[in-house]
């Protein structure tokens, strides 16, 4: 009975366009949060975003470890190229990237949450 009371004062469409927008809105930005809380939570994200990163260490692990496939060398390059990386990845991304082994032939590799650290301050300087 309520039931149908209830809908029957929601009558004109654009109300109940508005009220479909604001609970779409209210579903994502809780999907968008739960995900995010998710994602902190694995306890290697955590510290490795707890950590302050060094650049110029991060440089070094790069230059050793990932310039090979991603700085074209002539004509020739592997991986795309990172410049301006992180405006297009978020923190949690870059760290999936380089330690899931997801995108072959990208390997997996398993820095010390210090490495990452430093690792993910150079690519947000790239
Ligand atoms: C063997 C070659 C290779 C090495 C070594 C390598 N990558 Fe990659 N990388 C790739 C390829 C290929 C892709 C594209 C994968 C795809 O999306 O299909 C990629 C993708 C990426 C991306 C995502 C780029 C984007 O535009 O979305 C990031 C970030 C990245 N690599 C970082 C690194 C880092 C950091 C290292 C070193 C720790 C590294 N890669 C080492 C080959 C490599």
């Known amino acids: 009975m309520n039931h149908q009371i209830a809908t029957n004062e929601i009558k004109n469409p654009i109300e109940r366009l508005l009220i479909f927008a604001i609970a779409l809105l209210l579903a994502i930005v809780l999907a968008t949060m739960t995900i995010r809380q998710f994602q902190v939570a694995d306890p290697y994200v ?16 790069f230059q050793m470890n990932c310039a090979g496939c991603h700085i074209s060398v002539g004509e020739t390059q592997v991986g795309p190229n990172l410049h301006r990386v992180s405006e297009r990845k978020s923190e949690f991304e870059l760290i999936r990237q380089v330690t899931s082994g997801r995108t072959p032939p990208m390997p997996q590799f398993q820095p010390s949450p210090q490495e990452m650290a430093d690792l993910l301050k150079y690519l947000q300087q790239i």
């Open 46 to 61: 955590k510290s490795v975003l707890s950590l302050t990163g060094d650049q110029f260490q991060g440089s070094a692990i």
